[in-house]
């Protein structure tokens, strides 16, 4: 570790020996990290781009004022306060992978705070209860969980989105239909506020903060944890055809089953869907016996190719499942969207086929593109609405599309993406709200369609807590 008290003394020193104080937000912010060099970079370093900002999604390069990586909680605070001195807007940064790269605040100048060093994982061996670092990624939170006595909680599919930014929108997953999301397992958490200040909040202590953590710098999760899955089946269906009629039929059909009021609860899917193929990737969190009786088989027709393994490990079932989300880029130019599909607004077959036709014939501006459809509902509809920030608890599945491409994403590639939401919504979007976790740069009126009925309850949080907006991105809860 260099010590800039050091290099600093030694280029500020007055020829009597009286140093110099530094006015300004760089001196300040080296302060707050106590003067460790390496976990304070700026815009002058040479490899600043590369290796601090690190864009995500290439259509959207921001610079920021400073990317700082503290060390705990109180150097967070300290960063805050800096940023809050020098008027500059602030966002936590913990996996970096949100598709509009939200960690670096959506505009220039804004400072990251970089939380890869607040990754301490420890389950308690008696509650039972997990205390997770947000700079941890979601494969270090599953491994870490396994190996700290067997436990899971619900989580997303990509190994590397991180916790912080998972807890922010929620985390939807293989699981949730049985356990719920993965907020919904958190029951206390440790924050910075923009006055820089530490606070705890519960559902019984400032129970504001905790129903509003995407306006506070979240530094500390207490989280339950469940014992892992001893069954799982793995399944995977493939739907291959260059006629579009066969892709409609199998989408149709896994409508029905997605529809279905009796479809266990221990049943999670994820799908995708290119111009030829519908893929079919899930978990039955049970025997191979009982996946058997479900017949999930028999009432998809038209499927090309499948693979059914029984796993007794849950590692061994997710590391499967995450070498799939795992081949989605580190960084591409990228065009995202998705919506959120509930009973009252399931598409009738005609819209499917709608939709469908567009998606097989449409010019997708060389750029290609899929659409997942992700199963959810079963235990995250069980919370109420009012219950967490995250509205949707009246879900069936959620929609999202990514296009990626290696220059600017074209116009005809976005506008294609558009189309085909609105012919899966029957040209109706005043019907569908959208989830957080896939956000659209060009979405309107964005923060009614994430947050929906919570949105009011949300902006008087953050009137109280934040009413300078310190920590800001275009698309966030205004004061
Ligand atoms: C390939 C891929 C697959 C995905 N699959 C799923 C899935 O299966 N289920 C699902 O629910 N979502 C999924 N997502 C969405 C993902 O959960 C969100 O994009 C998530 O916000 C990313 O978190 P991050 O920490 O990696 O991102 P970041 O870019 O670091 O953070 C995203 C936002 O959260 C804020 N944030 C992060 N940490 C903190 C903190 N500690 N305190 C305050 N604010 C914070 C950031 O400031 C930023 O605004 C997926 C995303 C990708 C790229």
């Known amino acids: 570790m260099v010590q800039l008290s050091n290099l600093l003394l030694g280029t500020f020193a007055?020829?009597?020996?009286?140093?110099?104080?530094?006015?300004?937000?760089?001196a300040c912010l080296e302060d707050a990290i106590s003067g460790d060099a390496d976990r304070a970079q700026f815009p002058a370093e040479k490899s600043f781009i590369t290796?601090?900002?690190?864009?995500?999604?290439?259509?959207?390069?921001?610079?920021?004022?400073?990317v700082m990586y503290p060390e705990n909680q109180e150097q967070v605070a300290e960063v805050v306060k800096c940023a809050a001195k020098y008027d500059k807007k602030v966002q936590a940064r913990a996996g970096g992978r949100d598709f509009i790269n939200k960690c670096l605040g959506g505009a220039d100048d804004a400072v990251v705070v970089d939380l890869k060093d607040l990754n301490a994982l420890e389950v308690n061996q008696r509650s039972w209860m997990a205390t997770v670092g947000p700079g941890n990624k979601l494969r270090n939170l599953i491994e870490g969980l396994n190996k700290n006595g067997k436990r899971f909680l619900p989580h997303g599919v990509s190994p590397t989105v991180g916790v912080g930014g998972h807890l922010m929108v929620g985390g939807l997953g293989l699981a949730t239909r049985q356990h719920g999301l993965?907020?919904?397992?958190?029951?206390?958490?440790?924050?910075?506020?923009?006055?820089?200040t530490i606070a705890i909040a519960?559902?019984?202590?400032?129970?504001?903060?905790?129903?509003?953590?995407?306006?506070?710098?979240?530094?500390?999760?207490?989280?339950?944890?469940?014992?892992?899955?001893?069954?799982i089946v793995l399944f995977q269906y493939n739907?291959?055809?260059?006629?579009?009629?066969?892709?409609?039929?199998?989408?149709?059909?896994?409508?029905?089953?997605?529809?279905?009021?009796?479809?266990?609860?221990?049943?999670?899917?994820?799908?995708?869907?290119?111009?030829?193929?519908?893929?079919?990737n899930g978990g039955f969190f049970g025997s191979d016996v009982e996946y058997k009786t479900l017949n999930l088989e028999g009432r998809l027709p038209k499927m090309t190719a499948k693979r059914v393994v029984p796993r007794t490990s849950y590692i061994d079932f997710f590391n499967d499942i995450m070498q799939s989300a795992s081949s989605f880029p580190d960084a591409a130019n990228m065009y995202n969207k998705d919506t959120v599909v509930t009973p009252g607004t399931m598409p009738a077959n005609s819209t499917i086929d709608a939709f469908v036709d567009h998606i097989t014939t449409a010019d997708d501006g060389e750029a290609g593109w899929s659409f997942v459809f992700d199963l959810y509902g079963g235990a995250s509809n069980d919370v109420a609405k009012g219950g967490k920030a995250f509205p949707h608890r009246d879900l069936i599945y959620t929609l999202s599309a990514a296009t990626t491409s290696d220059g600017q994403t074209s116009k005809a590639a976005e506008e294609s993406i558009d189309t085909a939401f609105l012919k899966l919504q029957g040209n109706r979007p005043d019907r569908y709200l959208s989830y957080v976790g896939v956000p659209n740069y060009k979405l309107k009126n964005a923060q009614a369609m994430y947050w929906?009925?919570?949105?009011?309850?949300?902006?008087?949080?953050?009137?109280?807590?934040?009413?300078?907006d310190l920590f800001s991105t275009p698309q966030n809860v205004k004061p």
């Open 14 to 26: 007055l020829a009597s020996g009286t140093p110099l104080t530094r006015n300004d937000l760089k």
């Open 51 to 66: 290796n601090d900002v690190k864009y995500f999604n290439l259509n959207l390069k921001h610079q920021p004022a400073a």
């Open 182 to 196: 993965s907020i919904d397992l958190l029951e206390q958490i440790e924050v910075v506020l923009a006055n820089d």
């Open 202 to 231: 519960s559902e019984k202590r400032n129970s504001d903060l905790f129903f509003a953590p995407p306006y506070v710098e979240l530094a500390q999760l207490e989280l339950k944890t469940l014992p892992e899955p001893k069954e």
């Open 239 to 280: 739907f291959t055809s260059e006629n579009p009629t066969d892709i409609s039929e199998a989408l149709k059909a896994y409508h029905q089953v997605m529809r279905d009021a009796n479809l266990p609860r221990n049943l999670g899917a994820s799908s995708s869907l290119t111009r030829r193929t519908f893929f079919i």
């Open 452 to 468: 929906g009925s919570n949105l009011a309850r949300l902006r008087k949080i953050k009137s109280q807590y934040d009413p300078s």
